[in-house]
């Protein structure tokens, strides 16, 4: 009796295993990506983030909650293990971190960079510790140092006191810095922001950074391009209903999410530093990025555009994908090469 018992557990975990071992092969024959980057999608659409950002309810008690926080009581989770030098200061009351990589190999001595980092967070969240993995990733692979500005977010705050925070943050970075060795640089909603800073210097006839790199980039606010519908089906992630309201809460009161300042894709693209777009394709926002290719291309201005297949939003701060791997050195390589 006891034999057959374990024969039979025996051909249940052997098949088990078969299962899962023709499943990981799928994965990667037929879907072509790799099983971590397949199991992170599962994992984020276990969250309940979606969820929130797709109810009514949940989305009003969600930004009820963050009524009560404030930005300035941000640091860094003291989980993370920087492997930098990191240092805390303050510009007009906004939190500044500066990391500052010990990574000073020859080789990287004539692409040495200072990324100034905008995180992407909807404009309601402050930085994960993926933002963090991120930079640090950056400052161990090129060598590079970050400044990132933990800027005023929503509900109680809009893009007018964040914006103007932020803008006088890089130009104290412009006095320590060559704008040339400037890598302006952010992701989602930093991403945005990113764009609309550099359109800001153009007006400004301050000199552009030397690259600007949008990371899965949310450019338009208004959330009204109708491929929008088919996406979030597929994006684990994001929802129109959440987005269109934060960017109407960045916006203000009396505020137009189709403001370039909100909406940088109305914005002039012209005149700008040499900008590199990295996204994937089960991304709501997937739309801004490729809009934003079409109007540079209309605009008969380059841009350095980098599409990874089944990739969900933000998929370059993800630890241990192989894809995110890839788009970290795509993006090193494509700075480098200025």
Not at 110 to 131: D, E, T, W
Not at 172 to 185: D, G, R, Y
Not at 281 to 288: S, Y
């Amino acid at each position: 009796m006891t034999a057959k018992l374990m024969n039979g557990r025996s051909a249940l975990l052997v098949g088990s295993l078969a299962a899962i071992g023709g499943y990981c092969a799928y994965i990667q024959k037929v879907e072509k990506r790799s099983v971590r980057s397949k199991m992170a999608e599962i994992t984020i659409g276990k969250s309940p983030a979606k969820n929130v950002m797709s109810d009514p309810d949940k989305f009003n008690w969600f930004i009820q909650e963050k009524r009560e926080k404030s930005y300035t009581s941000y640091s860094i989770p003291i989980s993370m293990k920087m492997k930098a030098d990191v240092r805390k200061t303050k510009t007009d009351g906004m939190p500044v971190y500066s990391v500052r990589s010990h990574t000073r190999p020859a080789t990287v001595n004539s692409h040495k960079r200072h990324v100034f980092y905008i995180p992407g967070g909807g404009y309601v969240m402050q930085p994960h510790k993926r933002h963090w993995r991120f930079l640090r990733k950056l400052a161990k692979e090129a060598g590079w140092d970050s400044t990132v500005p933990i800027y005023p977010t929503v509900p109680n705050h809009t893009y007018e006191e964040s914006f103007r925070k932020v803008l006088a943050q890089y130009k104290k970075l412009l006095l320590e810095v060559p704008a040339e060795k400037i890598v302006l640089m952010g992701d989602s909603a930093g991403g945005g922001f990113a764009l609309a800073i550099a359109q800001q210097l153009k007006k400004e006839g301050l000199p552009q950074p030397g690259d600007l790199v949008l990371l899965s980039p949310w450019l338009d606010a208004s959330m009204s391009d109708p491929r929008q519908i088919e996406l979030e089906k597929i994006d684990p992630y994001l929802s129109r209903y959440g987005l269109k309201k934060l960017g109407d809460l960045w916006a203000g009161p009396r505020g137009d999410s189709g403001n370039p300042f909100v909406s940088p894709i109305n914005g002039d693209l012209r005149g700008l530093a040499q900008i590199t777009v990295l996204t994937g394709t089960h991304t709501l926002l997937l739309t801004d990025a490729r809009n934003l290719k079409d109007r540079m291309a209309r605009a008969g201005v380059d841009i350095q555009y980098y599409e990874y297949p089944k990739m969900t939003h933000g998929f370059m701060l993800y630890p241990l994908i192989p894809e995110a791997d890839a788009a970290v050195n795509q993006l090193i390589s494509a700075v480098n090469r200025q």
